[in-house]
């Protein structure tokens, strides 16, 4: 099958483009809302782009034509946000805070996640994912026709359970990739676990 992106709608390149970059890691994004209650909602448009400064990037377009997707907005507002690498076991979870509700209600409420505080920072972090990377605003980019927001964001700091820690002589930090059990994204309504965990040496 030979597909000519030039002979596409804005949905069916989508479409494609989601069936076809997999598997996607999910950046589980937890923001402020104006208000004082949190936001939270997944992004599978979503990646580590630079180590100097240390720097993340997540893609959010807008719920409709006009309004802003309220983690957008509260990046753009507010600047902080921490970003969780869910485990297959939040499937539910993660799938649930996709839905579209008004500005101000708290997905987090909903799904009755318990928070606790990130030291040093003013947003706190969901108890139960394994990870939680606190970010700040380095940059916020506007692309293509919607448009669509590009957002770079600063690693502040990164909260790791102590559980899924290897311990090592060299000074790097290894997890427990089983343990983290990390969930990705596939197209259409699917997503992926691990599975079979691959070794190859790079080559010198």
Known sequence: M?????????????????????????????????????????????????????????SAGKKDAKEEKDTRLNIRERKDFVVHIPSTRHLASVNASAATL?????????????????????????????????????????????????????IQSVTIDDDIVVPQDNGRLHLDAKKMDPLSRLGGSFYGGLGDILAANRPK
């Open 2 to 58: 030979f597909i000519d992106f030039k002979t596409l709608s804005v949905g069916q390149c989508y479409g494609t483009m989601v069936q076809t970059i997999v598997p996607r890691p999910i950046a589980w994004v937890l923001t402020a809302n104006g208000d004082g209650s949190h936001n939270l909602a997944p992004y599978s448009f979503f990646t580590g782009i630079c180590s100097d400064p240390p720097l993340l990037m997540i």
């Open 102 to 154: 008004a500005h101000g209600e708290s997905e987090v409420d909903l799904a009755k996640l318990d928070l606790t505080s990130i030291e040093g920072f003013e947003l706190p972090r969901i108890v139960d994912c394994d990870i939680a990377i606190a970010c700040s605003l380095y940059r916020l980019d506007e692309i293509g026709n919607t448009p669509q927001a590009v957002i770079y964001g600063e």
